[in-house]
């Protein structure tokens, strides 16, 4: 069972073990694949849907009979309404693993985030440190997985770095820019899942940082963005509360005028989102792609 099999991380997790289930003696050849969705629609492939809200106990009743193994990926990265990050985040984890413990289910994989350790500082990752307690005091066997920023096609980072580049004659930077990110490809991402769905008895217990081929510094990555873009365009720095403010002002404004930040997300901007201890080239058998080698898709945007 996938919850938030139709996001982003969800695609890149159901290409891998697409790929892991090929032929008749792969790890997931006889597997059956559910996710778990608030409007299910028809089959897709080997993909089956089960309607159910990770927000609402009442309607994950009876939906993990039979599963036995979880991979939890829903989450949002901006609180919208009462779609906020405790309730998503902590609150939905909390009722899926209850419901997992319930089931019987053996093995409960959850997508965390780096920077969700002891006494995080902004929200997002509270509630991203109360899920992975959750989990850890649930008595389920459990894998946790903590990536940097994940790129690929359809992402919401890389590509909204990309369309910075491309709008402005000179390149904005927050703040120093001096933030260290380790950007790990989705299709790396959705191997280390599979590699951990296959494997329990090595995963269980585990909480693997995910990092990608190479870290930079913030603005390391729009120099590795405006090359591939070939946009070779001078940069200029912005001081965080000049946008702290410019952020706050924006908001009665329609979204498609708003900054491309939250408040939280300019702040958490100033975090490193790097790992000195990536687990990614282990699960997958290989070196992880680097930023540069994989980011071939913003040209098409």
């Known amino acids: 069972m996938i919850t938030g099999a139709t996001g982003f991380v969800g ?74 990050f405790d309730k998503v985040i902590r609150q939905g984890t909390e009722n899926m693993v209850q419901e997992a413990s319930r089931a019987g289910v053996k093995h409960f994989i959850l997508m965390s985030a780096l920077g969700a350790h002891d006494n995080p500082k902004f929200p997002y990752h509270q509630a991203k440190h109360r899920a992975e307690e959750a989990v850890k005091s649930s008595g389920l066997r459990y894998t946790i997985f903590r990536p940097s920023v994940i790129f690929g ?10 369309g910075l580049v491309r709008s402005f004659p000179i390149i904005p930077v927050a703040g120093s820019g001096q933030s260290r990110f380790q950007p790990v490809q989705l299709d790396d991402v959705g191997a280390s899942f599979a590699f951990a769905a296959a494997h329990p008895d090595e995963a269980g ?40 403010v410019i952020v706050k002002l924006s908001g009665p404004l329609p ?29 997958i058998g290989h070196a992880p792609v680097a930023l540069e080698d994989g980011i071939s898709y913003i040209k098409g945007r």
């Open 205 to 244: 217990g585990e909480t693997y940082e995910l990092g990608g081929g190479k870290s930079y510094s913030y603005e390391e990555m729009l120099d590795v963005i405006a090359r591939e873009l070939g946009k070779r365009k001078p940069k200029f720095h912005v001081p965080v509360p000049l946008i702290t």
């Open 255 to 283: 979204k498609a005028l708003q900054p491309p930040v939250t408040l939280e997300q300019l702040k958490m901007l100033g975090l490193d989102n790097s790992t000195e201890d990536s687990a990614t080239p282990r699960l």
């Open 153 to 162: 096609e359809g992402d919401g980072f890389i590509t909204v770095l990309a």
């Open 11 to 84: 695609s890149g997790i159901l290409r891998a073990i697409g790929r892991m289930g090929d032929g008749s003696s792969g790890p997931f050849a006889d597997t059956r694949v559910q996710s778990l969705q608030r409007k299910p629609g028809r089959a897709i492939g080997r993909v089956e849907t089960v309607a159910g809200d990770v927000t609402d106990a009442s309607s994950l009743s009876g939906k993990l009979e039979g599963v036995d193994t979880v991979i939890h990926l829903v989450g949002i990265i901006e609180e919208s309404g009462d779609a906020t």
